[in-house]
């Protein structure tokens, strides 16, 4: 007889596997001896349901970082501090690039009317 769990995940289960997959990744056997719970291959399938399942969905930053990546990088993380302690710096860097697209649009809308217009064979 299993000593695993089945059915639902619990909310101890999943924010294991969660910090599990912060730690190793897609390693399942790693992140498996984390939640003593769950056998590797209930891991894999938890991991499967996860990743598809969309990320408007996802509650945290986190959460969403880790769909796009095995293994978010340090300086990934290095970054989003600076921006977690400087929400100033990063809106006026948005708007700057904001500002910039702008003009970038409204040069490309002069060009577009200047030239001749073409017709696709």
Known sequence: MSSFERGRWTKSEHDLFLQGLTLYGRDWKLVSNLIPTRSSAQIRSHAQKYFAKSPSDSSSLSELCLISSDRPSSKFWSEVEKMV???????????????????????????????PKRLIP
Do not use: D, F, G
């Open 85 to 115: 302690e400087n929400p100033q710096e990063v809106e006026r860097r948005v708007e700057e690039t904001m500002e910039r697209l702008s003009r970038r649009h409204e040069e490309l809308k002069i060009k577009l009317t200047a030239s």
